[in-house]
């Protein structure tokens, strides 16, 4: 039974490109939710994805978009990377109308230089 | 929206002691409260939750206590291990939303 999985686990950009990183959820999950991890904080809620659709948004600006496919994996996209964008990423997938239990991915690290 | 807060920010015990973590939270439609568990460079893991229906729960060495009226909840571990060296995380979500808001984490040390 898979987890999930996320990809790539490191990236490194420079400021100003665009950066997309991807998530697969835990088998039998139809619910990705993405966060970020600024070092020493706590995960902050980017948006969350059910049926391709957005399904709720946290307080990120529109350069952080996302993306869910028929098979439930996702996408976020982040445009015009900013220094202060550098942070973990973390994906977690949830079953809509299960336990609420969220299962994350080892997330991707971003280095925006 | 909701506020989690977290404290302690560093939490340093002998092995064998026990550790108390706290938090509280603000909005009182919450009623979801997870913990996670995330070991240096790798992912957050799902220790133990408690849902608002119920005032205490207990998996060996860990438990939780919730306090709705203060809305403070508490994570209490027993006969601490160096494997317990994390950084634990508690969060608090309405039910139904799958989305729940983290507090800012506490760095828990256990001496040998």
């Known amino acids: 039974d898979a987890g999930v999985t996320q990809s790539p686990t490191h990236l490194i950009k420079t400021r100003g490109q665009q950066v997309t990183l991807r998530c697969s959820p835990k088998?039998?999950?139809?619910?990705v939710s993405w966060y970020q991890q600024a070092l020493g904080q706590g995960p902050q809620f980017i948006f969350q994805?059910?049926?391709?659709?957005?399904?709720q948004r946290g307080n990120f600006p529109d350069r952080f978009s996302g993306h869910q496919f028929p098979n439930y994996s996702s996408e976020l996209n982040v445009n015009a990377l900013l220094l202060g964008d550098s942070a973990l990423y973390l994906c977690?997938?949830?079953?809509?109308?299960?336990?609420?239990?969220?299962?994350f991915g080892s997330g991707t690290q971003l280095s925006v230089l | 929206g909701e506020n989690v807060e977290q404290h302690p920010s560093t939490l340093s015990v002998q092995e064998g002691d026990s550790a108390v973590i706290k938090c509280t939270y603000s909005?009182?439609?919450?009623?979801?409260f997870p913990w996670y568990k995330q070991e240096l460079g790798k992912r957050p893991q799902l220790i133990i939750d408690?849902?608002?229906?119920?005032g205490e729960k207990k998996d060996q060495r860990i438990a939780v206590t919730l306090n709705k009226t203060a809305k403070h909840f508490s994570l209490h571990i027993t006969e601490t291990q160096p494997e317990d060296s994390a950084v634990y995380f508690c969060?608090?979500?309405?039910?139904?939303?799958?989305?729940?808001?983290f507090g800012r984490g506490t760095s828990l040390i256990v001496h040998p």
């Open positions: 977690a997938s949830s079953l809509a109308g299960g336990d609420e239990k969220l299962f």
């Open positions: 088998s039998g999950h139809d619910t």
């Open positions: 994805y059910y049926e391709e659709e957005e399904r």
């Open positions: 909005d009182s439609a919450s009623n979801y």
């Open positions: 408690i849902r608002s229906n119920v």
């Open positions: 969060a608090a979500s309405r039910g139904g939303s799958y989305i729940p808001t």
